[in-house]
Every structure is written in structure tokens, then in C-alpha cells.
């Protein structure tokens, strides 16, 4: 696909989607399929969207999102930290472990969790505060002891879904990083194999080195 097609298939998924402001939004996009949005948008959320719009098109690859969250009015970052304590204290799938801090606006999610899965469940609780400008996830994950083969019990889930063609991906593994080569046929396909990986036990970090062929 051309870039201008490439860009042009971007910026008509971000029309169409009605939880955006897509016409605030600049998309560019290289030979490779690496699309970068620039602009500004009202609130995290915003930004986390487009993001996810632009990944659902046939062809992109990388997403680079430079977009700027424009506050209409700032917070004091103690108020915002507590009520972003708070959306993680209700989620049960937070683990306790997990703790954050604000400096004008940006958010850090430190401490540690047993699982990747956990990770996400607290970027998502605290996406939804109103207020944030950005933020950064600094959760470490704890090592856990697997009583199999960590590059077998991932090589197995690959051959389990139905949606990864498992012939194609290879799996190394060096101190709890996994490193997954091979080519997948489309972005949905790279996010389960990454979230394949992640799910093993003993995993604390996953190397991408997946080569798209969409």
C-alpha cells in the first residue's frame, strides 16, 4: 500500500470513530507501514483510542503516537494521585503491589505484580482519571518459578490458537525474556502472540522481534 493510501485508510478510521475529535488529528506513514500521529486531544483516553484505531488498519505495522493531551483544566497532582490509588484500590485484579506517582499532570505506575495481565488491568483503571496527561508503566513483573519449559509451554499456546499460524513464530528464552521471531499476517495476530508469551509463567519481559507480512 502507498503511504498516501496507507494514511488516508488511517485518517478514515479515525472519522469513524465517534469517541474522537479525528480531524484534529495529523497522520503520516513511511514505506514500511509505520504511521505517526501528531495533534492534540482532550483527555488520555483520547490518545489511547487512536492509537487503537490506527493499529486496526491493514498494512500499518508501528503506531508512533506524538499525541499532546490539551487539558481544559489542570489538577493538583495529590488530588489526582489519590483518586488514581483509588481506581486501582476497586479493581480486583490490581494487585496491592502496585502504586503510582504524578508530576504535573504525568502519570508513573511503579511496584511489581505477579503477571502482565495484572499490568494492563492497572494501566486501564487509571486511563479512565480525568486529568492525565500521559503515562508510563515502571511495573516490574516478579520472577515466578514454572515447573515447565517456558519456551514450550509458549510454543504450545501458539499451536492452540487458532488465529496464529505457529510454523511461522519461534521462541528463545534467556533469564524470564522471551524473544518471539518469525512473521505474522496481520496486527491482530502480532498482539496474540506477544499476549501468548506474556501469559507463560516466568515471564518478566518479551523481546519483540516479529517481522509483519501485512
Do not use: C
Not at 1 to 17: G, K, T
Not at 58 to 66: I, Q
Not at 141 to 158: D, N, Y
Request: net charge negative; aromatic share 6%.
Amino acid at each position: 500500500m502507498m503511504n498516501h493510501e496507507l494514511e488516508r485508510s488511517v485518517r478514515d478510521e479515525l472519522a469513524w470513530d465517534p469517541m474522537i475529535d479525528g480531524a484534529a488529528i495529523a497522520v503520516s506513514a513511511t514505506d514500511g507501514g509505520k504511521v505517526t500521529l501528531r495533534g492534540t486531544v482532550e483527555t488520555y483516553l483520547d490518545k489511547t483510542f487512536a492509537s487503537g484505531d490506527a493499529k486496526r488498519v491493514t498494512g500499518v505495522t508501528a503506531v508512533d503516537n506524538k499525541l499532546e493531551v490539551e487539558l481544559a483544566s489542570y489538577r493538583d497532582d495529590d488530588e489526582l494521585r489519590g483518586e488514581i490509588l483509588q481506581a486501582l484500590m476497586l479493581n480486583s485484579l490490581v494487585p496491592s503491589t502496585v502504586d503510582a506517582t504524578v508530576d504535573d499532570g504525568f502519570i508513573t505506575l511503579t511496584g511489581t505484580a505477579d503477571w502482565q495481565f495484572q499490568r494492563d488491568e492497572a494501566e486501564s483503571a487509571a486511563s479512565s482519571i480525568e486529568g492525565i496527561r500521559d503515562m508510563f508503566d515502571d511495573i516490574a513483573l516478579k520472577p515466578r518459578p514454572s515447573s515447565i519449559g517456558i519456551e514450550e509451554s509458549i510454543a504450545a499456546a501458539f499451536k492452540r490458537n487458532a488465529g496464529l499460524d505457529a510454523g511461522q513464530l519461534s521462541v528463545s528464552t534467556s533469564d524470564g525474556t522471551v524473544t518471539i521471531r518469525g512473521d505474522v499476517r496481520s496486527w491482530a495476530e502480532h498482539d496474540q502472540a506477544l499476549a501468548a508469551a506474556w501469559a507463560a509463567p516466568g515471564v518478566s519481559n518479551v523481546d519483540d522481534r516479529i517481522n509483519s507480512t501485512y
